[in-house]
């Protein structure tokens, strides 16, 4: 599986940006998909998540009630819309895929990473 987010750049603080995680394999429907960030620094944290039938989805306190993780099983894609941004929601984004399809806020349940999506908010 290979994974490849876009949709990231510079954003004021409030803005909105949706970031997009394009998939290629035939059996990603089955797979739980995951969206991390990291800032500088920091270790690489968990932002959502949802299972691959969509029955339990998960979300960071830090980001409840304002980004909310989508798919898109026809397009293979899986999409973060992020609403009401900070400054410190600044990071590199990168979105996962877990086979097993439970879903998962841990990194270690993911075997598949994207390459990362940098979101720069401007206080």
């Known amino acids: 599986v290979q994974l490849v987010e876009s949709g990231g750049g510079p954003v004021q603080a409030g803005g909105s940006l949706r970031l997009s995680c394009a998939a290629s394999g035939r059996t990603f429907s089955t797979y739980a998909m995951g969206w991390f960030r990291q800032a500088p620094g920091k270790e690489r944290d968990f932002v959502a998540a949802?299972?691959?039938?969509?029955?339990?989805?998960y979300y960071a306190d830090s980001v409840k009630g304002r980004f909310t993780i989508s798919r898109d099983n026809a397009k293979n894609t899986v999409y973060l819309q992020m609403n009401s941004l900070k400054p410190e929601d600044t990071a590199v984004y990168y979105c996962?895929?877990?086979?097993?399809?439970?879903?998962?806020?841990?990194?270690?349940?993911?075997?598949?990473w994207g390459q990362g999506t940098q979101v720069t908010v401007s206080s």
């Open positions: 949802f299972s691959w039938t969509g029955s339990s989805i």
């Open positions: 996962a895929a877990d086979p097993l399809g439970a879903g998962s806020r841990s990194r270690g349940s993911y075997a598949y």
